[in-house]
């Protein structure tokens, strides 16, 4: 597959993902790239992005919260954002676990006094 030229009213992927670093799990306090739940990002040429993610349990009642935080981390502050509309995928499979944590994420785990 051919690559896209990027152009410079889009979002480059290595932006959208710093940025998404900001967005933190509520309940364990680790931003959601070091945790290992963001699987895979795409931005159009339209400067929206579609980010693949998923969470440490299907069950898990903080999806608004993580969409808000990412809302806040992609398309708020001055100059409306890094990119101008978003949308996440939750995905299931592969199923996370504690070995998609990042080293930087088991460090902060770590720090936190949980043992990984």
Known sequence: MPE?????DVA?????????????DPELGINVVDLGLVYDIKVET??????DMTLTS?????TDVIEDQTRAALTGGPGGG?????????????PW???KITEDGREQLRALGFTV
Do not use: Q
Request: hydrophobic share 50%; net charge negative.
């Open 82 to 94: 890094l990119v101008t509309d978003f949308r996440i995928n939750w995905v299931w499979m592969p």
């Open 97 to 99: 676990g504690p070995e």
């Open 46 to 51: 339209d400067n929206t992005a579609t980010i």
């Open 4 to 8: 896209v030229p990027v152009s410079a």
């Open 12 to 24: 480059a992927i290595d932006d959208v993902e710093e940025a998404m670093r900001d967005v933190v």
């Open 58 to 62: 299907a069950a898990c009642p903080l």
